[in-house]
């Protein structure tokens, strides 16, 4: 189950390219003690559907697995996913 969490100010913003998901990825992770991968999942008007946080890694590594970046993409009917990932 996927839940809106409001306090996020991304929703409603719409993405007109590669600078915006950047400045996203400079919010979200600014300041961070260790590595993330995050996922940003876009309806078809490149409107934000849901930010997730897909692993909180330690210093120099973030494991994942594949379902984990699909399964918010499809639970929030998304048309396009973008990958976030910080290195320290």
Known sequence: MMVRDKTIPYYARKISGPKDIANIGFELFNGADREYLAAIVLS???????????????????CFHPREVLKPAILANASCI???????
């Open 44 to 62: 078809v008007d490149h409107t934000i559907n849901a930010v997730n946080i897909i692993a909180q890694g330690s210093l120099d590594t973030a």
């Open 82 to 88: 973008c990958l976030l990932h910080n290195h320290l």
